[in-house]
């Protein structure tokens, strides 16, 4: 749990360093905004759907008894719009950082400039940062649906759908956001989504610790506006520390 704690801490950590710094937390915002509108759009509407998908999804309910289908149904309604919510949050950090990815690298040099600097850093365009963050979201994307679908039909099941399945989508979520969030330091340093994949791997819960307290932030309506750059700032300190990089400043 040491490097669960660590992750939280430099979760916090880019908070600090945001809050002395209140113009990069300006730039880090611009995207957050953009896509903050874009989703609660998103999720307002599956939530006024949620009477007509329900039924959609259950129609082997039809002809059970009253009491039984409602309740079937109510809780087909709660995957559902946790299943949503849980895409929504990835889509939203995937989103705002593909978006972002030219501010969030100014971010990111400001940053690592304070933490020691990045040795031989590569230079990357506007449109290919924009590119290679839109490329790795869709990858993540489809990698992260071969968890939701299945924890989306095991949703069905009384209680465990219930109460088991939202946390198992909340870690899977914090999982996948958080290979998100340290990708802007590995392309300063010529490195793509494999290697951050792997070299993640073996900190997993260096990764929770960031992402879980994100996602569960960035349920909070128009919270991600300011979680997301101070998660991004976090994530540049995960990725040095994954790195293996000690920091001469903090």
Do not use: H
């Amino acid at each position: 749990m040491r490097d669960f704690f660590k992750g939280l801490r430099m979760f916090g950590q880019g908070l600090g360093i945001l809050l002395g710094k209140p113009r990069l937390l300006l730039i880090g915002a611009l995207p957050a905004i953009l896509t903050t509108a874009l989703l609660i759009g998103g999720l307002v509407t599956l939530f006024f759907s949620l009477d007509e998908l329900a039924p959609m999804v259950t129609p082997f309910a039809d002809t059970w008894a009253e009491g039984a289908r409602n309740v079937l149904r109510i809780a087909t309604s709660v995957v559902l719009f946790a299943t949503g919510l849980a895409i929504g949050v990835f889509l939203f950090s995937g989103l705002t950082l593909a978006i972002g990815g030219p501010f969030y690298e100014t971010v990111a040099e400001k940053v690592e400039d304070d933490l020691g600097g990045v040795p031989d850093a590569v230079d990357l365009g506007f449109f290919t940062l924009l590119g290679m963050g839109i490329a790795d979201t869709f990858r993540l994307l489809l990698r992260s649906l071969m968890f939701t679908i299945p924890l989306f039909f095991a949703g069905f099941i009384p209680v465990f759908g219930q109460f088991v399945v939202p946390v198992l989508l909340a870690l899977v979520t914090s999982w996948f956001l958080a290979l998100e969030l340290i990708g802007v330091p590995f392309y300063r340093r010529g490195m793509g989504l494999k290697e951050r994949r792997d070299l993640l791997r073996k900190r997993r819960m260096l990764a929770f610790g960031l992402g879980l307290p994100t996602t569960l932030l960035c349920m909070i309506p128009l919270a991600g506006i300011i979680v997301m750059p101070v998660a991004f700032v976090g994530g540049v300190l995960v990725a040095r520390e994954t790195l293996e990089l000690s920091p001469t400043a903090v």
